[in-house]
């Protein structure tokens, strides 16, 4: 029997950061994040979170509301997937595309939800029946901060590696290039000798400025160069890459032909994307099959909440070619309600619970309620 839409609700949630931590791109004060549940006709709900990085959400709560979800209500799961070929095709016109991948982000994973639920299976066993329930993860801070120095970053560094990672991420590239070589070697130093780094450079170096820093560091410890020149610089991508420093590129990306281009230009080691930003599930798959058979693999951003980890953990579990999902120590709404805790399995390793679909649950009193569209409204 085919799954009919009945219900789609949006909600939304306001994290205060407070503008205590920063990256050479931004200062964090509120961020929010942008729920969708559908709703079949026997009451099953699935939730999904789409990519939200406003200064508020209701530019993305809107079009949702007009363009996107009355599509959706009334139809079944099955004819949804017309809808989406549908809707991106149409966005040649509308000129919405970013909007749009954030979107169907969102109402995909809630989709994918829904019908891990109703077959009785956690998400990645429902992708892949034979995958196992772990992922490997990295943890992720060392943002700049208030009053935070060298000595106060190596700790901080040090308790993430206390928690069970064996790989962790931090932020360089607001500073001199003698500054964050600085940070960096005084984290190395406070970390045991197994626990290596991803440096993230938040498009801030040019590619003699990338390759001067990272060849002034231990290669053997640094698994990943993020972010190292602006997103666009493909060819400079390609020319570290190829000497040897790896890159990881580009977070949020969700434009198909880049990353075909990072692909096919050797331009990165990690591709990396966040799945609420670039499509949802679809677009994992696909660029699994893209990387599959390469010497590429997928890195799965994740800077928001606990559902959006859990999409990522999912996944990767289901998927071979991703490396590791990004588990963040700023961007933690929701993460007391993740079960289970990294190293449980095993250093450096996140162990997926046997609940159906993601295995989390919207909390109705920590959220605002936006709006709901049911099959009577259309």
Same mark, same amino acid.
């Given at each position: 029997?085919?799954?009919r839409i009945a219900k789609i609700s949006v909600f939304s949630h306001a994290n205060d950061l407070g503008g205590k931590v920063w990256n050479p791109a931004i200062r964090w004060t509120t961020k929010y994040s942008v729920f969708i549940v559908v709703?079949?006709?026997?009451?099953?709900?699935?939730?999904?979170?789409?990519?939200?990085?406003?200064?508020?959400?209701?530019?993305?709560?809107?079009?949702?509301?007009?363009?996107?979800?009355?599509?959706?209500?009334?139809?079944?799961?099955?004819?949804?997937?017309?809808?989406?070929?549908?809707?991106?095709?149409?966005?040649?016109?509308?000129?919405?595309?970013?909007?749009?991948?954030?979107?169907?982000?969102?109402?995909?994973?809630?989709?994918?939800?829904?019908?891990?639920?109703?077959?009785?299976?956690?998400?990645?066993?429902?992708?892949?029946?034979?995958?196992?329930? @772990? &992922?490997?993860?990295? +943890? /992720? $801070? *060392? %943002?700049?901060?208030?009053?935070?120095?060298?000595?106060?970053?190596?700790?901080?560094?040090?308790?993430?590696?206390?928690?069970?990672?064996?790989?962790?991420?931090?932020?360089?590239?607001?500073?001199?290039?003698?500054?964050?070589?600085?940070?960096?070697?005084?984290?190395?130093?406070?970390?045991?000798?197994?626990?290596?780094?991803?440096?993230?450079?938040?498009?801030?170096?040019?590619?003699?400025?990338?390759?001067?820093?990272?060849?002034?560091?231990?290669?053997?410890?640094?698994?990943?160069?993020?972010?190292?020149?602006?997103?666009?610089?493909?060819?400079?991508?390609?020319?570290?890459?190829?000497?040897?420093?790896?890159?990881?590129?580009?977070?949020?990306?969700?434009?198909?032909?880049?990353?075909?281009?990072?692909?096919?230009?050797?331009?990165?080691?990690?591709? @990396? &994307?966040?799945?609420? +930003? /670039? $499509? *949802? %599930?679809?677009?994992?798959?696909?660029?699994?099959?893209?990387?599959?058979?390469?010497?590429?693999?997928?890195?799965?951003?994740?800077?928001?909440?606990?559902?959006?980890?859990?999409?990522?953990?999912?996944?990767?579990?289901?998927?071979?070619?991703?490396?590791?999902?990004?588990?963040?120590?700023?961007?933690?709404?929701?993460?007391?309600?993740?079960?289970?805790?990294?190293?449980?399995?095993?250093?450096?390793?996140?162990?997926?619970?046997?609940?159906?679909?993601?295995?989390?649950?919207?909390?109705?009193?920590?959220?605002?309620?936006?709006?709901?569209?049911?099959?009577?409204?259309?």
């Open positions: 029997m085919n799954t709703e079949d006709e026997q009451g099953v709900q699935g939730l999904g979170e789409c990519w939200c990085f406003d200064s508020a959400p209701d530019t993305l709560n809107a079009f949702l509301k007009t363009e996107v979800l009355p599509h959706f209500v009334g139809c079944t799961v099955e004819d949804s997937q017309q809808l989406f070929e549908q809707l991106i095709s149409r966005a040649t016109l509308t000129a919405r595309h970013g909007l749009l991948a954030s979107a169907l982000s969102g109402v995909d994973i809630a989709l994918a939800d829904l019908e891990a639920k109703k077959a009785r299976l956690p998400l990645h066993q429902f992708l892949a029946p034979q995958s196992e329930s @772990q &992922t490997d993860v990295y +943890a /992720s $801070g *060392g %943002l700049y901060g208030e009053n935070k120095d060298e000595a106060a970053l190596g700790t901080e560094m040090c308790t993430m590696a206390g928690d069970g990672f064996n790989l962790l991420k931090m932020k360089i590239g607001a500073l001199s290039i003698q500054q964050d070589l600085a940070r960096i070697e005084a984290v190395l130093d406070a970390l045991p000798p197994q626990v290596n780094l991803i440096i993230d450079g938040v498009y801030s170096y040019t590619v003699d400025t990338a390759k001067q820093l990272f060849d002034a560091l231990p290669a053997s410890r640094i698994v990943a160069f993020q972010s190292p020149l602006p997103a666009a610089d493909i060819s400079g991508m390609a020319v570290l890459n190829n000497a040897g420093v790896p890159v990881m590129a580009t977070e949020a990306e969700y434009r198909t032909e880049i990353h075909q281009w990072l692909l096919e230009h050797n331009a990165v080691t990690f591709l @990396q &994307t966040a799945p609420i +930003a /670039s $499509g *949802g %599930l679809r677009r994992i798959r696909a660029l699994h099959e893209s990387v599959k058979d390469t010497t590429v693999q997928l890195s799965l951003e994740v800077s928001s909440t606990a559902v959006a980890f859990l999409v990522a953990a999912h996944l990767s579990a289901a998927y071979n070619s991703v490396a590791h999902v990004e588990y963040h120590y700023v961007h933690q709404v929701f993460f007391d309600q993740l079960p289970g805790r990294v190293g449980e399995s095993g250093i450096g390793i996140y162990a997926i619970s046997d609940a159906y679909g993601l295995g989390i649950e919207l909390d109705s009193s920590k959220v605002k309620h936006e709006f709901t569209l049911t099959s009577v409204d259309n």
